[in-house]
């Protein structure tokens, strides 16, 4: 496989790099500080067309293709970590129509979720519920031409400012997860309440909060697939967002890298460089490699994506590999600027505080690890 980038991936990995430097980096730290997230700048993403690399372009996307979202979010992420979840938000539930949705479907939620003109999310996660999917509790039951939904989620992004949101729910909680199915919630409905989580350790900038869902009426017409669908589409969905996922742990990973080498670079210490010490050599270096590799796994998943082929095993090491290369490439900028890291002054606090997500998010690194290991030792192959 060639991953030279071809002209067209060079021209948006610049187009993204531009924006992330222009646009988000000027006010970033104040962003982050003030927990500030800024849908204006997420209606320019849309403007950009970043929400629109795996939607065609009758929806109103770009068809760039799941190498470009890997690029796009690395860019993002680099900047901000922040502003690439608002990619995942976007993208998540635009994909999921594309694979699942009616045409009507299609033409009345994608080209805005795409623009950014609606601020999406998608509703998996509960009290519960976390790693183990099928194990939530929000029902969905059908009234005559309605699916009253009744439950709650939490840990989702966007749930207080989000407009629609893909929403996981038992039409039939006694048959496990062949009951689950899949709905296109306007979050502006009746019977629909938030509550924002704000004591967090990083994402300050990407609001987060619990969804409660009380009597809430979804017309028939807003089911996703076809009931009993959800767990798959739900699997399908979270195989595209663990992409963009690990390619923003990647970009955190990159900026720690960034910053490292231009500290040991300037930092002198016993009459020398500190990047002349061959302990912080060794960090670099591994630095270096993990971040390369971690980009590799991401670009050939993205790849056989772009070709139509199973990449639920490639994307689980992708997503796992960045995580661990996020964290680690965070620790070490860390002890690289020593307390001037744990200080405000520099960004690299933000950087370790950002890291930890990637190795919770869009599926745990252990359960990438289960998925992984079962396919190798044969128990439940990957790619079906
Ligand atoms: O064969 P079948 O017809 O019985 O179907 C089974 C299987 O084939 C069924 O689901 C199918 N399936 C899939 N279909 C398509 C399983 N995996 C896939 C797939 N990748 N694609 C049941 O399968 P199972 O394996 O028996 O299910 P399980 O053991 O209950 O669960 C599997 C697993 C643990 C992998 C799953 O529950 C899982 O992925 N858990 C992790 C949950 C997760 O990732 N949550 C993320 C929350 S959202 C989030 O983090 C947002 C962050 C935003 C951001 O920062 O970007």
């Not at 993204?16 to 800024?38: C, G, Q, Y």
Request: hydrophobic share 40%.
């Amino acid at each position: 496989m060639n991953f030279d980038l071809d002209e067209e991936l060079i021209a948006i990995q610049q187009a993204a790099r531009e924006f992330a430097e222009k646009e988000i980096a000027p006010t970033v730290d104040e962003d982050d500080r003030a927990h500030r997230f800024r849908r204006d700048l997420v209606r320019k993403m849309g403007e950009m067309g970043f929400f629109g690399c795996v939607v065609p372009e009758e929806y109103g996307g770009t068809s760039s293709g799941w190498i470009s979202l890997v690029i796009i979010t690395e860019e993002i992420s680099r900047i901000h970590s922040s502003m690439r979840v608002a990619i995942n938000m976007q993208v998540g539930p635009a994909r999921a129509l594309v694979d699942f949705g009616t045409e009507a479907q299609k033409k009345h939620f994608i080209p805005k979720i795409v623009s950014a003109e609606w601020l999406s999310c998608f509703a998996i996660t509960e009290p519960d519920a976390g790693s183990d999917v099928g194990a939530m509790r929000t029902t969905a039951i059908k009234d005559g031409d309605h699916y009253v939904l009744n439950g709650s989620k939490t840990w989702i992004s966007n749930a207080q400012v989000g407009d629609v949101a893909l929403v996981y729910a038992y039409t039939d909680p006694k048959i496990k997860y062949k009951g689950m199915s899949a709905f296109m919630v306007d979050l502006h409905s009746p019977g629909i309440s938030s509550r924002p989580i704000s004591e967090k350790l990083g994402a300050l900038a990407s609001p987060t909060g619990e969804l409660f869902f009380d009597n809430c009426r979804v017309p028939k017409e807003n089911l996703l697939g076809k009931e009993g669908d959800g767990f798959k589409i739900c699997m399908t969905e979270l195989n595209s967002t663990r992409l963009s996922c690990g390619a923003g742990a990647v970009g955190v990973a990159r900026a720690c890298r960034e910053a490292s080498v231009q500290y040991a670079n300037q930092r002198v210490q016993f009459g020398q460089k500190i990047g002349e010490f061959q302990m912080i050599q060794d960090t670099i270096a591994q630095m270096v490699v993990q971040e390369e590799a971690a980009r590799l796994l991401l670009y050939r998943a993205a790849a056989l994506k772009d070709k139509g082929q199973p990449n639920t095993l490639e994307t689980s090491m992708a997503k796992y590999y960045a995580g661990e290369t996020c964290a680690f490439a965070a620790d070490s900028a860390l002890k690289i600027y020593g307390a001037y890291g744990y200080s405000g002054e520099y960004p690299i606090e933000r950087y370790f505080r950002d890291s930890r997500s990637y190795q919770i998010v869009e599926g745990s690194a252990n359960i990438q690890k289960v998925i992984i290991a079962q396919d190798a030792l044969g128990y439940r192959k990957a790619n079906r």
